[in-house]
């Protein structure tokens, strides 16, 4: 449908059927990036049907699709300028096809709002940026799954920084006076949306000590997150190693920005890292099952006990 609905879009600008394969090529190859867990062509696919839904409301529907396109078809969850670059690399593809100035200032400005969804004047705009959260809205397991692909999005960053970065995203939405900007997509969505990023909240905040890194489909519980804790690191390497049933594998001390303890207990097998300012981590094997968790809890439990009871 994406494909179809991107050629024929483009037989108003252009004969050159060449082109238009060249650049639906391009549109298929960046939302197709290995990396892209969220912002991908599932995604363009979902907003083009809530688009549609609207269809009868939006002024140019020319330029929505355009936009649809565009709009996230450079994105580097490293970068904070990926809507700047899209917004470029649009008005480029667009002057190639002969689109009319004010075709392509209209989606440019379109693309922009995506940076931080905010109520506009413009109507077009507003049934865009609805369409792009229309996400946030959908029900808890479509949402849960929507979740931890932005998560998959983000591997670089430690959960130690990513999940704080994510409750201050989703908590600037429950500022605003509502999350979604039209009666179309408010009346559809905001009950919907309010309850699953509260949820999502309430369970960083339960588990602000256990991080479910899913980019590797590890648990990691922090038992120090403020980096001041080298000399604790070295003594829990020495209590582990002094305690039944653990089975020391590899120790790197490291220096003042790293360190690791591999060990085996009850033949789960799990490593104490420590990550500079980062702070110190017990981490368990990718996919762990829930008895590896378990004992996991465990040797965490431990750990925080010695850390709070020696180290406060």
């Given amino acids: 449908m994406l494909k179809e609905t991107y050629i ?25 990036e290995k990396k892209r867990h969220y912002h991908n062509l599932s995604h363009l696919e979902n907003s083009l049907v809530e688009l549609t839904g609207v269809k009868d409301k939006i002024e140019n529907w020319n330029t929505i699709l355009l936009t ?58 507003n049934y865009f940026i609805d369409s792009d959260l229309s996400i946030l809205g959908q029900q808890e397991e479509v949402y849960k799954k929507y979740s931890k692909n ?3 999005e983000y591997l670089y960053y430690p959960s130690i920084i990513y999940n704080k970065a994510r409750i201050q995203v989703l908590n600037n939405f429950l500022k605003q006076d509502s999350i979604f900007k039209t009666d179309y997509f408010k009346s559809k969505f905001e009950e919907q949306a309010k309850i699953n990023l509260n949820t ?32 604790f690191f070295h003594d829990g390497a020495e ?6 049933g653990v089975e020391i594998i590899n120790y790197y001390p ?14 789960v097998r ?7 300012m ?12 829930e008895n590896d968790i378990k004992i996991a809890k465990e040797i965490y439990d431990m750990l925080k006990q010695v850390r709070n009871k020696n180290y406060a």
């Fill in 8 to 32: 024929e879009l483009l037989t108003n600008y252009t004969d050159d059927n060449s082109l238009k394969n060249e650049l639906w090529t391009e549109i298929e190859q960046n939302y197709s």
């Fill in 200 to 231: 999502e909240i309430e369970t960083f905040e339960k588990y602000k000590q256990e991080f479910l890194l899913t980019h590797s489909n590890q648990w990691t519980f922090t038992i120090e997150d403020d980096g001041d804790w080298y000399e």
């Fill in 278 to 289: 980062l702070g110190i981590d017990l981490r368990t094997e990718p996919n762990p099952t």
């Fill in 68 to 125: 649809l396109f565009y709009h996230d078809i450079i994105y580097n969850s490293l970068k904070s300028d990926n809507e700047e670059q899209s917004a470029e690399l649009a008005e480029k593809r667009m002057k190639q096809i002969n689109v009319p100035f004010l075709t392509i200032e209209n989606c440019k400005s379109q693309i922009l709002a995506t940076k931080k969804h905010l109520c506009n004047s413009i109507s077009d705009i």
């Fill in 239 to 244: 209590i582990l190693e002094k305690t039944n």
């Fill in 254 to 267: 490291g220096f003042f920005d790293s360190g690791y303890c591999r060990f085996t207990y009850k033949d």
């Fill in 270 to 276: 799990l490593n104490l890292e420590y990550e500079g």
């Fill in 150 to 152: 932005v998560r998959l």
